[in-house]
């Protein structure tokens, strides 16, 4: 069988990747399972360009069969968002802190896993979802989350702090403010005026509760999950935080859930922080979410669905 030509692209800024170089444990496997990987090491800055630049050399009779990413989600879904819609094959090396996207593929953790189930040629097409026009792969929200971030980032600048002591000290601050937004929701049918903390949207099925709260047990369904936070008090995070604890979110009047395929959120404001794959970018509202059927081609271990062989595309 040919092998497999991969262009693989790291991102270098990746805390995992500070940490330790994975380039040897990576050209090590790659030629283990006979991959041909040209592996590229780019700041996080030059990762949109260099992927556009990978996927015009993928394909039949280019250069490349197959792009690869690795880092953290943040990286994953910048370079999912280039891929989607090509149908052009996609390959995810988890090299971040949570790996949220990996995990609910059912990739393994390590490197050599990870390139395994590339080696093996089995793609799935998997849904994503986007936000004006932007691709996320895990989810998206405004509100407390998105505020916390920009709050944690500022922290690490200027006190030189790690990453959770800092978000630590964000979440503390943001909570105590407890910014309330007004905004207004169309999905589905429906019309809504909310004043609310927190507008969490997710590609898929999010579970809220134990054993697996933030798991999705599929990628392929379809739809996005919408919840909404309508508790206007900082000690409602609480007891929001101990019904899903005892597995009853879903009765907390303070909290909404919904299955949709499309969502609008608008607000007075001229623009909005809005969190994307853990990446914090300014918007401007309308905020319109949609889901997209299948549109990214990925290696994965088969699940309930077939998948296709490298050699069809």
């Not at 909005?272 to 990446?279: A, H, I, K, P, Q």
């Amino acid at each position: 069988m040919t092998p497999l030509r991969l262009c693989v692209l790291i991102n270098a800024g990746g805390g995992s990747v500070l940490a330790q170089d994975p380039q040897p444990a990576l050209r090590e496997s790659f030629a283990r399972h006979g991959l041909e990987a040209h592996i590229q090491m780019l700041p996080g800055s030059e990762l949109e360009q260099a992927a556009r630049a990978a996927l015009e050399e993928t394909g039949p009779g280019r250069r490349y069969d197959a792009v690869v990413a690795g880092g953290g989600d943040g990286t994953i879904g910048l370079v999912a968002g280039i891929m989607a819609g090509t149908g052009r094959a996609f390959g995810v090396l988890p090299l971040g802190t949570l790996n949220h996207f990996a995990r609910d593929l059912g990739l393994p953790t390590d490197i050599d896993g990870a390139v395994q189930v590339i080696a093996a040629r089995q793609l799935q097409s998997v849904d994503v979802a986007e936000v004006n026009g932007r691709v996320f792969v895990n989810n998206s929200s405004i509100g407390l989350y998105p505020t916390m971030v920009v709050e944690r980032d500022r922290q690490r600048r200027r006190a030189g702090w790690g990453k959770w002591p800092a978000m630590a000290l964000a979440f503390c601050k943001v909570v105590l403010r407890y910014p309330l937004r007004r905004v207004r929701v169309r999905a589905n049918g429906w019309n809504r005026r909310f004043r609310t903390p927190l507008i969490f949207i997710g590609n898929n099925a999010y579970e809220i509760s134990l054993p697996h709260p933030g798991r999705r047990a599929l990628l392929n369904g379809g739809q996005l999950s919408l919840f909404i936070l309508r508790s206007r008090r900082p000690w409602g995070l609480a007891r929001l935080a101990l019904r899903a604890i005892t597995g009853q979110l879903r009765l907390e009047r303070d909290f909404e859930s919904h299955m949709v395929t499309e969502a609008e959120i608008t607000s007075r404001s001229a623009w909005m922080r809005v969190s994307v794959d853990g990446e914090v970018a300014p918007m401007r509202p309308p905020l319109l979410y949609r889901i997209r059927p299948g549109a990214l081609r990925v290696f994965a271990p088969l699940r309930e669905r077939v998948g296709e062989d490298i050699k069809s595309i």
